[in-house]
């Protein structure tokens, strides 16, 4: 088993509505259309893989495989995170996710889909979809077979370091000139409801999931906004950003040396501005903006030092 943090190189994604903002993470994108990166990946879809150590050249999945100490030998069939980095250089469709009662029994035994969001960086003007205005399933069909998308989508303008939940259920999309981080279960499943008459690299209009949107859907909607809370470990301000039954996720601002142990089955560490030193079992490890870490279950004490902010996930 290793008790030494795990580098992963990512997995990207070219996108209609992509950009180039992921060069900024000192990425190697294919193409000015790069939408998706895809961090902490065990997904049919796409696997990231390890980029250090004795595991360098393996799969996120063979490790979940074969390797489950390195996660608290936790059970399960898959790894159950998927982290994406979006870059939104164009508005996103309009989408919704199953919970997983529902994708099991139609996608093929797929997991549901629930998310959150933090806000890297954005445009002034930016906005996001989050939620909608009916107020019974019949309002919501009547609203979308009329195409009075202006008055069912609810628009909150959005700023650095917002943070938004997301469960299955919820009508959502991501506005142009937005850049987040994303952390999801390991799903790609999506419902796609409305895509503003777009067409794709062929010509042809997107296809639109309107039966199975309109089925999944919450009425009303729900549009909590979670209550943040702080933990500070000598120079590390930790601020937690979610607890759900899927995932947690925290928000941690290093300005000088922090202490550290792993107690976690493992925790997912996204380097999302400046750098640092991380020391484990007396080696030093540097880390820097673009960087993805995991910390397995045995990496026991260890000590982070720089200036960096990170979006830190874990079960």
Known sequence: MSTEPIFFNPVFKERIWGGAALRDFHYNIPSERTGECWAFAAHQNGQSTVRN?????????????????????????????????LDADQDLSVQVHPNDDFAKMHENGELGKTECWYIIDCAKDAEIIFGHNATTKEELISMIERGEWDGLLNRIKV?????????????????????ILETQQNSDTTYRLYD????????????????????????????????????????????????????????WVVKGEANLF???????????????IMIAG??????????????????????????????????
């Open 53 to 85: 150590g004795m595991y360098k050249g393996c799969t996120l999945g063979e490790l979940w495989e074969h390797h489950r100490d390195l996660f608290g030998n936790l059970e399960g069939d898959r790894f159950p995170l998927l982290t994406k980095i």
């Open 196 to 251: 503003y008459g777009r067409k794709d690299a062929d010509g042809r209009m997107r296809e639109l999931h309107l039966e199975k949107s309109i089925e999944v859907i919450d009425v009303p909607s729900v549009r909590e906004r979670p209550t943040v809370h702080y933990k500070q470990t000598d120079d590390l301000l930790a601020a937690v950003l979610i607890e759900c039954p899927y995932f947690s996720v925290e928000k």
């Open 282 to 315: 007396g080696h030093e490890y540097p880390f820097r903006k673009g960087d993805h870490i995991l910390l397995p279950s045995g990496l026991g004490e260890y000590k982070l030092a720089g200036h960096a902010n990170c979006i830190v996930s874990h079960l």
């Open 159 to 179: 700023k650095p370091g917002d943070f938004f939940f997301v469960p299955s259920g919820t009508v959502h999309a991501i506005g142009k000139s937005t850049l």
């Open 262 to 276: 792993q107690h976690h089955p493992f925790l997912l560490v996204s380097v999302i501005e400046g750098d640092g």
